[in-house]
């Protein structure tokens, strides 16, 4: 079992980059996903992550 570690500044990034590494030979076995955010002076950051648990297909 294995996990992949996805951090994104948008939401479609981070579908993007999902979706891409779902293309792979792997078999996903759970997703976990995050937003949080902050103020930097007067901007609202957010960050947009996702935990990928899978293992190789044989």
Known sequence: MKVKLF?????KDLEEDINNF????IIMDDIKFSVSSSIYGEEQ???FSA????????
């Open 22 to 25: 779902l293309l792979e030979d």
């Open 51 to 58: 935990l990928v648990v899978y293992h190789q297909k044989k």
């Open 7 to 11: 951090d994104c500044e948008d939401e």
């Open 45 to 47: 950051i957010y960050c």
